[in-house]
């Protein structure tokens, strides 16, 4: 059964810096393309960005907001991806997803909550 | 951006009956690259079809996608109650970023 695991959340000043982590089980992570996800309290989804598998150039891609302030990376070695987040904003308060898939998306895990304020 | 946009907003019916979600692209969707998800509340949420007639593993038959173009369809034959929820379109054609629908809420 796939697993997804997040943590690394809490509440952190603006401007300030956090590390999300994501590990997993029940599938071969290696070959898997990794996506997080972000959801504002009250709000809908926000889709911030995937990398792919080593196999696959390993490559990220990256929501505007996000872009230049975050990178998603990931350590085949111990079935984890991470999300560093840079230069928080209050905007970007709300549950983190880590969430399998290329494409659509198909193995959530249950979120880790990152508060943004001062 | 392709820009999602579901109605209605909010739709209240009874367990057994036939619910109709919409979900209209500001551009075509090239290869019907659309999916459907369900969020129930401090839930994650869980992949419904995608493709857009592609049930995901588990989903139950009474779950179904249609459509193409700009205009896709969720159509759940006979609400049970676990089936009260908010559900979520997204698009997945060409590169990211993928885009959602801002939901439509299924109440009792």
């Known amino acids: 059964e796939e697993q997804l695991v997040e943590s690394g959340g809490g509440l952190v000043q603006p401007g300030g810096s956090l590390r999300l982590s994501c590990a997993t089980s029940?599938?071969?992570?290696?070959?898997?393309?990794m996506n997080w996800l972000r959801q504002a309290p009250g709000k809908g989804l926000e889709w911030v960005g995937r990398?792919?598998?080593?196999?696959?150039?390993?490559?990220?891609d990256y929501a505007a907001p996000v872009k230049g302030r975050f990178t998603i990376f990931r350590d085949d070695s111990k079935n984890t991806v991470y999300l560093q987040m840079n230069s928080l904003k209050s905007e970007d308060t709300g549950v983190y997803f880590c969430?399998?898939?290329?494409?659509?998306?198909?193995?959530w895990g249950q979120g880790t909550p990152l508060i943004v304020s001062s | 951006e392709i820009v999602l946009t579901q109605s209605p907003g909010t739709l209240s019916l009874s367990p057994g009956e036939r619910a109709t979600l919409s979900c209209r692209a500001s551009?075509?969707?090239?290869?019907?690259?659309l999916a459907w998800y369900q969020q129930k509340p401090g839930q994650a949420p869980r992949l419904l079809v995608y493709?857009?007639?592609s049930r995901a593993t588990g989903i139950p038959d009474r779950f179904s996608g249609s459509g193409s173009g700009t205009d896709f369809t969720l159509t759940i034959s006979r609400l049970e109650p676990e089936d009260f929820a908010v559900y979520y379109c997204?698009?997945?054609?060409?590169?990211?970023?993928?885009?959602f629908g801002q939901g439509t809420k299924v109440e009792i």
């Open positions: 969430v399998t898939g290329g494409y659509y998306l198909d193995y």
């Open positions: 029940g599938f071969t992570f290696s070959n898997a393309w």
């Open positions: 990398i792919k598998s080593k196999v696959d150039g390993g490559t990220t």
């Open positions: 551009q075509i969707i090239t290869n019907s690259n």
């Open positions: 493709g857009p007639s």
């Open positions: 997204q698009q997945y054609t060409g590169s990211p970023p993928w885009t």
